[in-house]
Structures are given as structure tokens and as C-alpha cells.
């Protein structure tokens, strides 16, 4: 399911200037359609997990505004804040799990956001959350490592453990950022699968930042570019040739052999 007409996400002059002084995006503006899977685009510093965070609001912009499903983030606190959260599942790309923790409850934090507190802190679901997490993991190709540790699997796995957790929440947007950098390249298209049906099969929009452009170009049903914190290009994969790659990426750049360009 792609291509609605509403937009999930409004980026609007987008700006954000760290401690020191050291500006990380500058004027940015894009939007996001509801059901699309759009893929940020750029060379290591340039911005793509600042503007993830701070669409998120895991970092506050110094200047702009964000809007999710027609809510302004930059201006939500509090309770308000935390019930938007919900409604968004944030995939690191370093995994972040409880490594001494079994997989399964790891998948089940991604349920917090709707348990009571003090059960959930004891790690106390209900039966039907926890039959919901082990359907999770069946998703994602994992049946019967529910109560494994975390730290037991392979990179790869505990990536899928964190799409499953993001599943968990029944999120209506996921925010990815360089979900796969830390793979080897023969598991990343294990992992890309699972994100690309989440967006595909459940509807739900994905705001993916990634580098690899075979990944891009397969996934991505539309692309925006990232250099020096400015928006330098937008479009879709198949206007994406190599001209485009020299202009974000630098005229010394070039790709990788099996990218066709």
C-alpha cells in the first residue's frame, strides 16, 4: 500500500544548530504521504539521524516545525507528546535491546506505551500481548527464539527482533535510521524485507535513512538527498541516475559496481 494523498509527516524549514554552534540541517522542508516508504539519502554527516531524531523529537530543532498526522510535534510536551510516540516505532541501527533480557521481552516493551505501569515494570504482560509478541517473531522468521537472551543472536537476528518490537507497537509510522549499516551485506536484504513489509502489507509509511543505493533504489518508493544539512534533491528511484549521485555524493565519488549507474 503506497501513494496516499494525506500526509503522515510535514517537515517545514527544518533547522537545527548544536552546542558549539555546529549547524546540522539548515531550512529543510519535504513531506511525507501516508503509505509511502521514503528513503533519506547522504554521505555520513549529513544530517539524515539528526532530522530522524528530530522528527521523533528525541532532539528538539532550533528552528521549524514538524507535523505527524496533522499534529505539530515541535509544540507538543508532556502526556501529549508521549501519545504521539505511540503512534511511532523508531528502529536504530545499532539495534538498541536489553542484551541480558530474552528476546520475547524485548519484543513486548514494544507494548509500553498502552500497559499499565507497574506490571510492564515487572515485566508482567498479559497472556494475549505475549501471544501477540511470539506472532511478532514468527514475522519476522524467528519462531522459537522467544527465550533466548538478546545478546545470543546474530546481528542480523537482533535487528529483526527490533522490526518485531517495532511491530509490537502497532505503530502508523516507523522511523529507520541506517537500519542495516552495521550487516554484512548478505543480511541486509533480510532485514530490509521485513521493513519493506511493514509498509507494503500493513500500510504503515516508513521513513528510512540508508546509504547503500542498491538498497535504496529497491526499497524506497521515493527518495529525498542530504548534503551539509540541505536538501539537494528529491525524487523518485527511477529518476535516480548517476548525474544525481555526482550531485549528492561529490564528482570524486563513485558507486558501487553492481548499482548500474
Known amino acids: 500500500m503506497t501513494g496516499g494523498t494525506a500526509a503522515a509527516v510535514e517537515v517545514r524549514d527544518l533547522g537545527m544548530v548544536y552546542p558549539g554552534g555546529i549547524r546540522a540541517l539548515e531550512s529543510v522542508s519535504f513531506e511525507v504521504k501516508e503509505g509511502e516508504f ?7 554527516g549529513s ?27 515541535t509544540a507538543l510536551r508532556g502526556s501529549a507528546l508521549r501519545r504521539l510516540r505511540c503512534r511511532i516505532a523508531m528502529i536504530f541501527q545499532q539495534f538498541n535491546l536489553v542484551k541480558r533480557q530474552t528476546v520475547l521481552t524485548n519484543v513486548l516493551s514494544g507494548a509500553l506505551g498502552r500497559s499499565r505501569l ?13 501471544e501477540r509478541a511470539v506472532a ?8 522459537g527464539r522467544a527465550d533466548s537472551r538478546a545478546d545470543a543472536l546474530s546481528g ?21 535510521d541506517e537500519p542495516v549499516a552495521s550487516l554484512d551485506p548478505a543480511l541486509r536484504h533480510s532485514v530490509m524485507r521485513h521493513i519493506e513489509s511493514l ?3 500493513e500500510g504503515l509509511t516508513v521513513l528510512c535513512s ?23 534533491w528529491q525524487g523518485s528511484p527511477s529518476n535516480f541516475d548517476q548525474k544525481t549521485f555526482k550531485e549528492i555524493y561529490g564528482q570524486d565519488a563513485e558507486p558501487a559496481s553492481n548499482s548500474g549507474y
Open 38 to 44: 521514503l528513503a533519506v539519502l547522504g554521505l555520513s
Open 47 to 73: 544530517g539524515k539521524s539528526t532530522l530522524l531524531r528530530c522528527i521523533n523529537r528525541l532532539l528538539d530543532p532550533t528552528e521549524g516545525t514538524v507535523h505527524i498526522f496533522g499534529e505539530e510535534v
Open 118 to 130: 507497574l506490571p510492564s515494570l515487572m515485566v508482567s504482560f498479559p497472556q494475549a500481548e505475549r
Open 136 to 143: 511478532a517473531l514468527e514475522r519476522v522468521g524467528l519462531p
Open 156 to 176: 542480523g537476528q537482533q535487528q529483526r527482533v527490533a522490526v518485531a518490537r517495532a511491530l509490537m507497537q502497532e505503530p502508523q509510522l516507523i522511523l529507520a
Open 199 to 201: 509498509n507494503r502489507e
Open 210 to 232: 540508508l546509504h547503500d543505493i542498491d538498497l535504496v533504489t529497491r526499497y524506497a518508493t521515493r527518495l529525498i538527498a542530504l548534503r551539509d544539512g540541505q536538501l539537494v
